[in-house]
T-cell receptor, first 112, second 112 residues
């Protein structure tokens, strides 16, 4: 059972480039979300989804897009990367409302 | 705006010591509080506390929810070097399924 799988694990971008962080879960969870974690800070919610076809913004959505065409996948798109988006990104899923989160292993992103 | 504050931000102890980590919250329509442990990569779930379950224990770790004081503590007794990690507190509210608000975390270092 793979759980939550994130790719890539590391990525370096130049300012202005775009890319997609991939996230897939094999637990048939309805809820999926993306967080970013900056040094000395907790997790801040970027976007989340309560089911296929439904997404909503979190605390820090600017500069990021998401879509949820299937239950399994929840990709995060950076439209035009900026140095302020240098961070560690975590994808997470949960079986139902208010249940515990299962996290992917994270993506370390550097924007130069 | 929902707010979760953890203290202390960092803590250094020696093996065998007992530590207490704090989490306070200001949210509307509180539902549950969750504790996670983050070692090198992804956070992993420790406890969930709700109005109907205000105390949890697992081995040397225990946690209590104080609904009156709007706070929770995480206790670790007889600490070991393997307890070194970031401990994250997250709060869920009834009105917003799928969203978790995290504190900044407490970094615990246990020295031999």
């Amino acid at each position: 059972n793979a759980g939550v799988t994130q790719t890539p694990k590391f990525q370096v971008l130049k300012t202005g480039q775009s890319m997609t962080l991939q996230c897939a879960q094999d637990m048939n969870h309805e809820y999926m979300s993306w967080y970013r974690q900056d040094p000395g800070m907790g997790l801040r919610l970027i976007h989340y989804s309560v089911g296929a076809g439904i997404t909503d913004q979190g605390e820090v959505p600017n500069g990021y897009n998401v879509s949820r065409s299937t239950t399994e996948d929840f990709p995060l798109r950076l439209l035009s990367a900026a140095p302020s988006q240098t961070s560690v990104y975590f994808c997470a899923s949960r079986r139902g409302s208010w249940e515990k989160l299962f996290f992917g292993s994270g993506t370390q992103l550097s924007v130069l | 705006e929902d707010k979760v504050v953890q203290s202390p931000l960092s803590l250094v102890v020696h093996e065998g010591d007992t530590v207490t980590l704090n989490c306070s919250y200001e949210v509307t329509n509180f539902r549950s509080l969750l504790w996670y442990k983050q070692e090198k990569k992804a956070p992993t779930f420790l406890f969930m506390l709700t109005s109907s379950g205000i105390e949890k224990k697992s081995g040397r770790l225990s946690s209590i929810l104080d609904k009156k004081e709007l706070s929770s503590i995480l206790n670790i007794t007889a600490t070991q070097t393997g307890d070194s990690a970031i401990y994250l507190c997250a709060v869920e509210v009834n009105t917003n399924a799928g969203k978790s608000t995290f504190g900044d975390g407490t970094t615990l270092t246990v020295k031999p």
